[in-house]
């Protein structure tokens, strides 16, 4: 018998932690490590028997959905098109899964994520205010007129790969050994980054980051003064971002950042009719609307929006389609109705139990039902569940990459009693 020794190596924690700069050259590569990682873990779970992985009641639930999914493409009116997006989605929750089960075998996968979350962040800090200082980044990257992308090229997500990173990177700064140098390098960073998703101008992702910032600063015990005064430091140089009248450029982020969103759903205007986040996003969200209607139970099959909008009888508004509705719950209504869309509320009404749970602990001064830790990841998670607010394409790889990464730290530490007391080192 060929006993396996990758794991008596730094191979798979430096393969997966490696997922985190990848994912700033776009998604082939992280879906590549994916892939093919959780095709090793399949084999490793059957060949070695070690079915508890799968055995607990999260994955149970999560592979549940992923059979709605497929029920839902085979009933769709184009299959294939509709497969591509459900079939293999099982595979993110066998990532996460092996996320668990590295950090089981070896801690110091911990250490690798810290690290490589931590250099992929300097990175953007680096490049990101350079481009907006100097109109271009380090490899010739211009600005979108006054929204930063950095490394991100012309796909405007920094904001948002920022956002949703940064609670999984103070998730584990949290239990690492520091010194105080790090201590105040790592709230300096915090201060830059809350600074640079403003200046991206990505209003989704500014929200996300500070959903989750307050979240976390209300539930964490340690530390939580140190980031409620790194984000009220952020908050200041932001205010004064905005309101410096003799710089042109703040007045065109302020407008961008605060005064398009209230224009766009006409907050401003008493006379007109209110709609949501813009134009063109209600327009998408009541297009799906009408196409859950028709078929509220099992939707017209992942992916199809962007087949179906078009169609007169969904068809809504001036701009009624897109590649998606621009947010999950809508989009997964559209496309799997009830059946799919109750896997997510229930994720989203877990964490609103765990909250809740964590609130009592801490009025009736208990012991806390949750480590701080797991309320960073718990943080993570808010960002991906929160129902009110714009969102990417639930399907995308990039997507699905990014959210299922805290997800593996999380079901570790529920599983296998990491808490506030572990060490990377």
């Given at each position: 018998?060929?006993?396996?020794?990758?794991?008596?190596?730094?191979?798979?924690?430096?393969?997966?932690?490696?997922?985190?700069p990848f994912l700033i050259l776009g998604p082939f590569i992280p879906d590549l490590i994916l892939s093919i990682s959780s095709l090793f873990f399949l084999y490793y779970v059957f060949r070695y028997n070690k079915f508890y992985f799968f055995k607990n009641k999260s994955l149970i639930f999560?592979?549940?959905?992923?059979?709605?999914?497929?029920?839902?493409?085979?009933?769709?009116e184009n299959i294939l098109f509709s497969l591509k997006s459900?079939?293999?989605?099982?595979?993110?929750?066998?990532?996460?899964?092996?996320?668990?089960?590295?950090?089981?075998?070896?801690?110091?996968?911990?250490?690798?994520?810290?690290?490589?979350?931590?250099f992929s962040f300097l990175a953007l800090v680096i490049d990101g205010y350079c481009q907006f200082f100097l109109g271009?980044?380090?490899?010739?990257?211009?600005?979108?007129?006054?929204?930063?992308?950095?490394?991100?090229?012309?796909?405007?997500?920094?904001?948002?790969?920022?956002?949703?990173?940064?609670?999984?990177?103070?998730?584990?700064?949290?239990?690492k050994e520091k010194n105080k140098f790090e201590i105040y390098f790592i709230g300096i960073l915090f201060i830059l980054i809350d600074i640079l998703v403003f200046i991206s101008g990505e209003r989704a992702a500014f929200f996300f980051i500070n959903l989750s910032s307050i979240f976390i600063i209300f539930f964490i015990k340690q530390f939580q003064v140190y980031r409620l005064i790194t984000l009220i430091i952020g908050i200041i140089f932001i205010v004064l971002i905005t309101f410096s009248h003799s710089n042109s450029l703040s007045k065109t982020l302020s407008e961008r950042m605060f005064h398009e969103p209230l224009k766009s759903m006409n907050f401003l205007d008493s006379s007109k009719k209110k709609v949501i986040f813009t134009r063109a996003h209600d327009s998408h969200i009541r297009t799906a609307?009408?196409?859950?209607?028709?078929s509220p139970i099992y939707g017209h099959g992942?992916?199809?929006?962007?087949?179906?909008?078009?169609?007169?009888?969904?068809?809504?508004g001036d701009a009624p389609c897109s590649t998606h509705p621009h947010n999950f719950y809508i989009q997964l209504l559209a496309e799997t109705g009830v059946l799919g869309?109750?896997?997510l509320f229930l994720m989203f009404l877990y964490v609103l139990y765990c909250s809740f749970k964590q609130l009592?602990?801490?009025?009736?001064?208990?012991?806390?039902?949750?480590?701080?830790?797991?309320?960073?990841?718990l943080g993570a998670l808010i960002i991906t569940l929160w129902p009110i607010s714009p969102n990417g394409n639930f399907f995308t790889n990039w997507l699905m990459i990014v959210y299922s990464l805290p997800i593996g730290f999380y079901l570790h530490s529920i599983y296998s009693k990491i808490d506030k007391r572990s060490n990377l080192d």
């Open positions: 018998m060929i006993k396996i020794n990758f794991f008596k190596t730094n191979f798979f924690n430096l393969l997966i932690s490696s997922i985190v999560f592979f549940l959905f992923c059979t709605i999914l497929i029920f839902c493409s085979l009933l769709s459900s079939l293999f989605y099982f595979r993110i929750g066998i990532f996460s899964c092996f996320i668990w089960f590295l950090i089981e075998k070896d801690k110091k996968i911990l250490k690798f994520f810290y690290y490589f979350i931590l271009e980044n380090i490899l010739g990257y211009k600005k979108y007129g006054i929204r930063i992308s950095s490394f991100f090229g012309d796909e405007m997500i920094m904001g948002s790969y920022l956002s949703r990173l940064l609670p999984l990177l103070f998730a584990l700064f949290l239990i609307f009408e196409m859950f209607k028709e992942p992916k199809m929006f962007r087949v179906l909008c078009s169609n007169e009888k969904y068809a809504i869309f109750s896997y009592i602990s801490i009025i009736f001064k208990r012991n806390r039902y949750l480590s701080d830790y797991q309320v960073c990841l």
